[in-house]
């Protein structure tokens, strides 16, 4: 069944271009920053994160770019495939308390 | 590595009843937290253990509450339900212990339906 927000801003690509999915975040004193997947009726998937002494953490097919200045967070995924259809949501952390902040996600839709 | 765990995935109560939910994590992970995922407020944190001690707590009322036990399974309790408690219950597991925030790995969640 579906378990996040019915009213979520949509991104619509083409299967194999590039998707870029923003997010800003809340508090300048976070110092971690992780990126989630959710799919339909599944828990939140990892699948990047970064430290705040960093600005931008290369993974496979993805790239986190963090700019503090602003408190924006971005994840780039590079040819994207239909399998990456799904919400993503950013979280932040403060001072390693183990409490993450989501953000209210980013629908991704891929299209053949 | 078998991932973290919830139990049931699945319930239905009434309206006063209580509520147990079980998480189990990923093994040798000693950090649990759990998270409320509703359409109208998206994720929020309830509380973080580690080593059976309740490490950090989110803006929930007394009604929510949790435990660990020493093989680091947790469970938490809703008492009273009330129909706003319906949600998706998620529990996600991490070391705990590497001085700092380490990644956070969550199981599939419970779908709690109260009516």
């Known amino acids: 069944g579906e378990s996040v927000g019915l009213h979520l801003p949509t991104l619509s690509v083409q299967e194999g271009d590039n998707s870029i999915i923003n997010c800003a975040y809340s508090n300048s004193a976070s110092d971690y920053f992780i990126w989630y997947k959710q799919e339909s009726g599944k828990g939140p998937q990892f699948i990047i994160d970064?430290?705040?002494?960093?600005d931008k953490r290369q993974g496979q097919r993805v790239t986190v770019l963090l700019n503090k200045t602003v408190k924006h967070l971005s994840l780039q995924i590079a040819a994207t495939q239909p399998g990456d259809s799904a919400v993503y949501f950013c979280?932040?952390?403060?001072?390693?308390?183990?409490?993450?902040?989501f953000g209210s996600g980013t629908r991704l839709l891929v299209r053949p | 590595k078998a991932g973290v765990t919830q139990t049931p995935r699945y319930l239905i109560k009434t309206r006063g009843q209580q509520v147990t939910l079980s998480c189990s994590p990923i093994?040798?992970?000693?950090?649990v937290s759990w998270y409320q995922q509703t359409p109208g407020q998206g994720l929020q944190f309830l509380f973080e253990y580690f080593s059976e001690t309740q490490r950090n707590k989110g803006n929930f009322p007394g009604r929510f509450s949790g435990r660990q036990f020493s093989n680091s399974r947790s469970e938490m309790n809703v008492s009273t339900l009330e129909l706003g408690d319906s949600a998706l219950y998620l529990c996600?597991?991490?070391?705990?212990?590497?001085?700092?925030?380490?990644?956070?790995?969550f199981g599939p969640g419970t779908r709690l339906t109260v009516l």
């Open positions: 996600a597991s991490s070391w705990g212990d590497r001085g700092r925030a380490d990644t956070q790995y």
């Open positions: 970064i430290r705040s002494n960093m």
């Open positions: 093994s040798g992970h000693r950090s």
């Open positions: 979280a932040e952390n403060k001072d390693s308390s183990y409490k993450l902040i």
